[in-house]
């Protein structure tokens, strides 16, 4: 998407992008349908609200990445923050054993709806909750995240996924939810977390910039804040990672930044961060 699409994008109030999408897509979804191509794990498309891509392909090699670099294990209790339309809780289906459990919250309720007509149906410890929290991106109105409490116990998950969520939420927001994913992991748990980091000397690239400088934050539009945040990667170490006592495992550049796509592993950074066992 061009700077000028996006912003028409960002323009259309999210109930009629929804509605766009889903047009859009009326005709082919309808053909998959009818012929059987879409088997019942998988979301229409015009549902699909999340991201372009392959869903399937990206699922699977997002649940690679916590195997590989988050050393996940079949027994390990989940929680996947902005769950979305299920990209990351489809692959884990096949994962995670009787003992495990997954857990996965969202603002958007369709997404949720989707997920726990069609996943938790097949398999239920597999849960979705619908959590009206406020995001200019994705909804209009509820209630700010900047003191949302997550609906979990103390240290009751192995993992916390948040992929491609801290880039559509604002610092005081992703402050917030670092107290709380702290809170929810076990000692030496792990966090796997996308973000846009800069570091105030590398250039951005072209059409995909950043222009409203905040500090320690940019934003890729000033009237849709949640559109696209940028952090300081300096603020993501000391504030974020290092104050709330987590310790940073991996840190792996994406093709964002003009990086070539052939040697990253994602388009935004990642970054897998471990709870201190005290
Ligand atoms: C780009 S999508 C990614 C979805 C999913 N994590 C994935 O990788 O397929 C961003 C998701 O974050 C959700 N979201 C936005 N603000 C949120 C918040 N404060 N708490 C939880 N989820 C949020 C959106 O509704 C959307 O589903």
């Given at each position: 998407?061009?700077?000028?699409?996006?912003?028409?994008?960002?323009?259309?109030?999210p109930a009629w992008?929804?509605?766009?999408?889903?047009?859009?897509?009326?005709?082919?979804?309808?053909?998959?349908?009818?012929t059987g191509?879409?088997d019942?794990?998988m979301?229409?498309?015009?549902l699909?609200?999340?991201?372009?891509?392959?869903?399937?392909?990206?699922?699977?090699?997002?649940?690679?990445?916590f195997?590989?670099?988050?050393?996940?294990?079949?027994?390990?209790?989940?929680?996947?923050?902005?769950?979305?339309?299920?990209?990351?809780?489809?692959?884990?289906?096949?994962?995670?054993?009787?003992?495990?459990?997954?857990?996965?919250?969202?603002?958007?309720?369709?997404?949720?709806?989707?997920?726990?007509?069609?996943?938790t149906?097949?398999?239920?410890?597999?849960?979705?909750r619908y959590?009206?929290?406020?995001?200019?991106?994705?909804?209009?109105g509820?209630?700010?995240?900047?003191?949302?409490t997550?609906?979990?116990?103390?240290?009751?998950?192995?993992?916390?996924?948040?992929?491609?969520?801290?880039?559509h939420?604002?610092?005081?927001?992703?402050?917030?939810?670092?107290?709380?994913?702290?809170?929810?992991?076990?000692?030496?748990?792990?966090?796997?977390?996308?973000f846009?980091?800069?570091?105030?000397?590398?250039?951005?690239?072209?059409?995909?910039?950043?222009?409203?400088?905040?500090?320690?934050?940019?934003?890729?539009?000033e009237q849709?804040?949640s559109?696209?945040?940028?952090?300081e990667e300096?603020?993501?170490?000391?504030?974020?990672?290092g104050?709330?006592?987590?310790?940073?495992?991996?840190l792996f550049?994406?093709?964002?930044?003009g990086?070539p796509?052939?040697g990253?592993?994602?388009?935004?950074d990642?970054?897998?961060?471990?709870?201190?066992?005290?």
């Amino acid at each position: 998407m061009n700077a000028a699409t996006r912003k028409l994008y960002y323009s259309i109030p999210p109930a009629w992008r929804f509605a766009v999408r889903r047009l859009y897509y009326l005709p082919l979804d309808t053909w998959e349908s009818l012929t059987g191509q879409r088997d019942g794990l998988m979301p229409p498309r015009g549902l699909i609200f999340t991201g372009g891509g392959d869903f399937r392909k990206t699922g699977e090699m997002l649940a690679g990445y916590f195997k590989e670099y988050c050393s996940l294990l079949p027994h390990y209790q989940v929680l996947d923050i902005g769950s979305g339309m299920g990209r990351i809780a489809i692959p884990l289906t096949r994962f995670l054993n009787e003992k495990g459990n997954y857990e996965g919250f969202d603002v958007v309720q369709r997404g949720v709806d989707w997920c726990t007509k069609n996943i938790t149906a097949r398999y239920p410890n597999f849960n979705f909750r619908y959590i009206p929290l406020d995001n200019d991106l994705y909804r209009a109105g509820g209630d700010s995240a900047v003191h949302f409490t997550f609906p979990y116990a103390d240290e009751s998950f192995d993992l916390c996924v948040v992929n491609s969520v801290f880039t559509h939420m604002v610092p005081e927001e992703v402050e917030n939810y670092f107290t709380e994913v702290r809170r929810v992991l076990k000692p030496g748990g792990v966090c796997y977390a996308t973000f846009f980091l800069f570091d105030g000397k590398t250039a951005f690239p072209k059409g995909f910039d950043f222009p409203f400088d905040h500090g320690h934050y940019r934003l890729m539009d000033e009237q849709v804040k949640s559109a696209n945040v940028a952090f300081e990667e300096g603020y993501l170490i000391k504030e974020l990672v290092g104050k709330n006592g987590f310790s940073l495992r991996h840190l792996f550049y994406g093709s964002w930044r003009g990086l070539p796509p052939k040697g990253c592993k994602e388009f935004q950074d990642i970054t897998i961060f471990e709870k201190l066992r005290n």
